[in-house]
């Protein structure tokens, strides 16, 4: 999302946020005045500046994300813990001065990262190699044990503004780069061998023509042979399994006919070659394997691509904690305590922990001192942090805000909340009913057809008609498999989906379950949830009602130079309004209430209505009764309240757009939110939805499309925030925002990456498009299979034919289904597209 | 057209030869990712640590 500058707003340089108070942080880089928002984005940048890497800024597509504020910290050493080292560090092979891991990076948002992270940790003394991959976030780093430690270069990674945790793979992961690898391998082969082949192929063919002496001839059907040989032993593997696990199962697949025709055609060209009589069709058994191939390949990355984040909600947590070595009786004393870094899986239910401002908190506990705010983004999808303090639960995933925390673990392991989500994810995943497609059935019924017809085509020739032509049985059986190849059939929807779903990423769209594009035909009701999907999950100022004499600009001057000094979202509401001429003095935060401070030598308060209102009056009872429903703060002095603020969280630009939209094509509209506070129903009845559910646990909104379902409806739900999870796994159509957690991005069939509402629109109407691709393909395969076989099996395509009619129909396939992410389309997608962009470039 | 005795086999050990490196550049992860590395030849090479310089003016810790 482009940044909007207005006039006078001043924005950090390294994270593009803008700068609330003028001149507090800056930094002369390259001869330059530069503005930062915080100390961390400048160390950051500066480092960046001084190792001559600053053309980073340069490069990179989008802004940094903001730093974390713990640049610093002491929590590295443990990275040169040997026995925490034993889980992810491995000594080489060959020389065991040196040892190498892969660290998770996080915070990479562009290839931009991937330059700067190399460059700068290579450049670190002691330090081997260092390879980064975006795409898996993953950095892979070997160095001398004597030159150079683990936590250095760990230390080095966080003064670039990234966090590194040590990398573990799971097994699915392993298997994708296993199964990537194999795919590249047989591609590769049948790429090679197919150049080869098909050189030998025109030589043959214009031996042919011209006339070749036989020796010749054989020698280059002997060496064709030679090469073909791995395409069909190797690279067509895939194709012979899966024929057999169709075969054994009693439902022939696609690939069976491919197995066959290739087995067939190759066996018949061996035989050709030894025998010296007859053609060899080497160069199709090539050319075929390796177009296939490619198609699978194409669709596995694909695949991939959208599973790369990391499918595991542990991995929110942090691999270290600090751990009260002594557990003190006064209670008071425990933040100045005896601590020490540990691994967490040292960590044991009854030992008491120290969570420090913006770190992870790593263990469900209760809190027996200290006080903050404590982001639950990641677990509820709520960005609003919740206030804790002693006696509060606290859930291992969630984010610790600005204060300083001390817990008592009650889980660990497997006992964590967390990992109870997890199970009821993965429960909801196996709920999910498998819609058996089409067109398996159908190639099932087709392959078996097909069969029969060359099977019938081989004994009619070779004992009905007899004589001459029982010669020419088996060739002729070989042109009605080659012909009919169902080649076309079996491209025809993947090479649509993949042409429609590389259209989409352009959009920002990515779909993850191919089956969305069937089932979204079938949608009767779109779900919405709020906070994060239809409202950009940011706060902002509904109305002023000052209650003194002063005026409401005045009042929002006064309380944005209050809340500059606070990082809460709430003061994020202010910060487009510059304090002119407000001078604030003697802060004070009271962390979950608001915050005071001096402004020309009157003291005001600003936050909860019983906090500020403790100012002017301290008998509690009597605190200021907020104007109306929904989100208020008050501002008071000690003369009494000032005025008060309404807050909301804004609704998205394209929000009502895609609603009505919806509604404009008769699709039911809900909305359901785990919010109670009132907005939800405000906010279904401004966009005049049909309906509206608010409060709603995972649980309720779980049953609330049961019963939606029961009913008869196909259900599309557009979600944020892991709570949603086992909604989405349910809904008939799941789609996720891009701020979405990273979980929530795994499981849902489509992504928004952009963020842009709409984009479902261009989902809803390619998705059209590529229905009617699809059937135009399957409509052309079948009519190019109905015309040929017949002609295949009189005798009047030959073999050499029947390949080059096979080649022509599957390109005519996929040159069709290429028009889905070309520039085919209707007006009335283009329209979408424009109005699209305008809403990214605005 | 006896050279082709030889020159056919020579082309097949060119080809063998082009698999096995293909096969070696699969393995050490060459493949895995193709995004970073296309834009990477847009990024400067030579990078010389503190050319440039920056001032701090709160502190210089460095």
Request: glycine share 6%.
């Amino acid at each position: 999302m482009l940044q909007k500058t207005v006039a006078d707003e001043v924005v950090c340089f390294h994270c593009g946020l803008p700068v609330a108070s003028g001149e507090r942080f800056c930094a002369e880089l390259n001869g330059v005045q530069n503005h930062f928002c915080c100390p961390a984005c400048r160390a950051v940048a500066t480092t960046i500046v001084d190792c001559g890497l600053s053309s980073f800024y340069q490069f990179q597509t989008q802004s940094m994300r903001a730093v974390n504020q713990n640049v610093h910290d002491d929590t590295f050493s443990l990275f040169d813990d040997l026995e925490f080292q034993t889980r992810f560090v491995s000594v080489d092979d060959d020389d065991s001065r040196y040892v190498s891991c892969d660290l998770l990076i996080e915070g990479m948002h562009c290839t931009a990262c991937v330059w700067l992270l190399e460059k700068y940790i290579d450049a670190l003394p002691g330090v081997e190699t260092v390879n980064v991959s975006f795409n898996e976030q993953r950095a892979a780093i070997k160095w001398k044990t004597e030159t150079v430690c683990l936590s250095v270069i760990v230390a080095a990674i966080n003064r670039l503004g990234y966090t590194a945790e040590p990398f573990t793979t799971d097994l699915l992961q392993d298997s994708r780069i296993r199964e990537n690898h194999l795919a590249l391998r047989r591609l590769g082969v049948a790429g090679i061998a197919m150049m080869q082949v098909g050189m030998f192929a025109i030589a043959l063919h214009a031996g042919a023509l011209q006339g070749i002496e036989v020796e010749y001839r054989d020698f280059i059907r002997w060496i064709s042979l030679l090469v073909a040989a791995p395409v069909v032993l190797y690279s067509a593997q895939p194709f012979f399994i899966g024929a057999w696990r169709g075969a054994v199962l009693k439902k022939p697949g696609m690939d069976l006919p491919v197995a066959i025709a290739i087995g067939l055609a190759f066996s018949a060209s061996c035989r050709a070659t030894v025998s010296g009589e007859g053609d060899v069709y080497f160069d199709s058994v090539t050319m075929f394997t390796f177009l296939l191939l490619l198609g699978r390949y194409l669709e596995m990355r694909a695949r991939h691509y959208s599973g790369r984040i990391s499918s595991n909600l542990s991995s929110l947590l942090p691999s270290t904690a600090i751990r009260f070595t002594s557990l003190s009786a006064n209670a008071a004393m425990e933040q100045h305590g005896e601590t020490q870094a540990i691994p967490v899986y040292q960590i044991a239910v009854g030992d008491r922990v120290l969570v420090k401002s913006g770190q992870v908190i790593p263990v469900d506990g209760t809190i027996v001192s200290g006080e903050s705010s404590v982001n639950e983004a990641q677990l509820t999808g709520e960005f609003m942090p919740k206030f804790k303090a002693v006696g509060d639960v606290v859930v291992a995933g969630t984010v610790n805000g600005d204060g300083v925390l001390t817990i008592d673990v009650s889980a660990v392991g497997k006992n964590l909340q967390i990992e109870s989500i997890n199970t009821l994810i993965s429960k909801a995943q196996n709920r999910k009913p498998r819609i058996a497609q089409i067109a398996d059935q159908f190639a099932g019924f087709f392959v078996t057809a097909v069969l029969a017809f060359s099977l019938f085509t081989y004994i009619f020739w070779t004992y009905v008609a007899g004589g001459e032509h029982a010669d020419r049985a088996f060739w002729i059986m070989l042109s009605v498999l080659v012909v009919s190849c169902p080649c076309a059939l079996s491209l025809a929807t993947p090479a649509a989906l993949t042409a429609a779903g590389n259209r989409l990423r352009t959009h920002g769209v990515l779909v993850t379950e191919p089956q969305v594009w069937e089932k979204i035909k079938t949608i009767t009701d779109v779900v919405f949830d709020k906070t994060g999907t239809l409202t950009k999950g940011e706060l902002s100022l509904l109305a002023t009602k000052p209650i003194g004499p002063i005026s409401s600009e005045r009042c929002v001057e006064i309380a944005s130079a209050l809340e500059s000094f606070s990082n809460h979202p709430i003061a994020s509401v202010f910060s487009s309004v510059k304090g002119a001429g407000v001078d604030v003095k003697n802060v004070t935060i009271c962390t979950g209430e608001g915050l005071q401070g001096t402004v020309n030598d009157e003291l005001y308060r600003i936050g909860r209505s019983d906090y500020a209102s403790r100012l002017y009056d301290h008998n509690v009872a009597v605190s200021a009764i907020a104007p109306g429903l929904g989100q208020w703060i008050l501002m008071s002095n000690s003369k009494g309240p000032v005025c008060w603020f309404q807050l909301q969280d804004s609704l998205r630009d394209d929000a009502q757009e895609l609603v009505s939209m919806l509604q404009g094509r008769n699709y039911k509209t809900h909305l359901v939110s785990g919010d109670s506070s009132g907005e939800a129903q405000l906010l279904s009845e401004k966009l005049e939805m049909d309906n509206c559910v608010a409060g709603a646990s995972p649980q309720e909104k779980v049953d609330y499309f049961r019963a939606l379902q029961s009913e008869g409806a196909k259900v599309m739900i557009l979600g944020d925030g892991i709570n949603d999870i086992p909604v989405l796994a349910e809904a008939d159509v799941s789609i996720a925002m891009s701020n979405a957690s990273s979980l929530a991005k795994t499981h849902a069939d489509c992504i928004l990456l952009s963020g842009n509402l709409t984009s479902v629109a261009i989902l809803m109407q390619l998705a059209k498009s590529t229905r009617k691709i699809i059937k135009q393909n399957i409509a052309w395969a079948v009519a190019y299979n109905l015309l040929v076989i017949p002609l295949a099996m009189l005798g009047l395509i030959p073999p050499y034919i029947a390949a080059v009619g096979m080649s022509l129909s599957s390109l005519v396939v996929i040159l069709n289904a290429l028009r889905l992410q070309g520039f085919g389309n209707t007006d009335q997608s283009s329209a979408m597209q424009s109005s699209v962009l305008q809403g990214q470039l605005s | 057209m006896n050279s082709i005795y030889i020159l056919i086999p020579i082309a097949l050990i060119f080809t063998a030869i082009a698999i096995r490196a293909f096969f070696w550049a699969v393995d050490n992860n060459q493949y895995d990712d193709l995004d970073a590395a296309g834009q990477s030849i847009l990024f400067d090479d030579e990078v010389v640590p503190g050319t440039t310089s920056a001032k701090t003016p709160e502190d210089s810790s460095d």
